[in-house]
């Protein structure tokens, strides 16, 4: 065999060392995808935390990462896109609703939150399903009866929609809050959960997971 033959085999014999290890790397990412996938239906803080530590690298001028990687243009993404792909309705209820009337309106509605807004649509409160659950065990049933207003948090937290979502999980988890009501010039428009910006990051792995399968099938 000539010297070039023999290169070439060297180097045909690299490339399928190199797809196969790319393949291993793959499937090991992707197994490392599914443990952390199945992560996520532990407690929403330790989950926010795990998120906020998860270390970030520098991926300038590759085109793909590996699955359940999170790199910084996760991070760097605004709040504006996680409302762009969400949604901006947002279940809000008065001051003068009971604590009764807001629980059905969670559980019609299969949300978290309910913000507060008075005659003026300004946010005054926010009642989360935790907050009723704690009313109900410091002054029993009676509490449904109660007026929201006397049950509420009244320093409601805002985000903006330039905040990044690293900055946004950072607040959250400062915070222990759940849900972050989205502030626009001084109104309401959107609401972010912790359960938004999972399901954001989901979708994003998602996304890259498809695009390295297509280059390894490449």
Known sequence: MTVAGIHGAAAAEGRASGAASRRRG????ASE?????GRLHGCDRDLLARLAGVRRIDTAGISFRLPGMIVTGDVCMSVRAILNEK???VVTVTPQVTVQEAATFLHDNHIGAVVVLDADDRI???IT??????????YGAPCLH????SVMWENVYCCREEMTVQTLMEMMSKL???HLPVEME???AGIISIGDVVKYHIRAMERETEEIKAYIAG
């Open 26 to 29: 793959a499937k090991r990412a």
């Open 33 to 37: 995808m599914g443990r952390f996938c």
């Open 87 to 89: 949604g901006r309705n």
């Open 124 to 126: 005054v409160g926010i």
């Open 129 to 138: 399903e935790r907050d009723i659950v704690a009313a109900i065990a410091k």
């Open 146 to 149: 109660q007026r929201v207003s």
């Open 176 to 178: 222990r809050a759940r």
């Open 186 to 188: 001084g109104r309401l």
